[in-house]
């Protein structure tokens, strides 16, 4: 079965640092495209980092550049959300989701298979 677990979600005041972390099974690792979404009640859900392990491509959202790096773990199959000097409107609740011999997207039609959601609360 496929998995995406997503964790590392928490609370922290404005500044501060989380990672975020997409535990991948049941997919092929190396042929993958991962991606980072977030959701505020109400609104869409939007791209915040992408990477694609099949061709290397990333994808960062302006709103995020300079702050969020995303990683890979090829042992563990873990792909990693380092977001850092957070600010109140990266609150949401974050996704990642997965879709084979893609290029990092930022639309999530893009993605077939989607994990459940981590709460990031970033306090003023």
């Known amino acids: 079965d496929v998995q995406l677990q997503a964790f590392g979600g928490g609370l922290v005041h404005t500044g501060g640092s989380l990672r975020l972390s997409c535990v991948v099974s049941?997919?092929?690792?190396?042929?993958?495209?991962i991606g980072w979404f977030r959701q505020v009640p109400g609104k869409e859900r939007e791209a915040v980092s992408c990477?694609?392990?099949?061709?290397?491509?990333?994808y960062f959202a302006d709103t995020v550049k300079g702050r969020f790096t995303i990683s890979r773990d090829d042992d563990r199959n873990i792909v990693h959300l380092q977001m850092r000097n957070l600010k109140p409107g990266d609150t949401a609740v974050y996704f990642c989701a997965a879709t084979y011999w893609n290029s990092a997207s930022r639309a999530t039609s893009g993605y077939d298979y989607w994990g459940q959601g981590t709460e990031v609360t970033v306090s003023s």
């Open positions: 990477l694609s392990i099949y061709d290397g491509s990333t």
């Open positions: 049941g997919l092929t690792f190396d042929a993958i495209a």
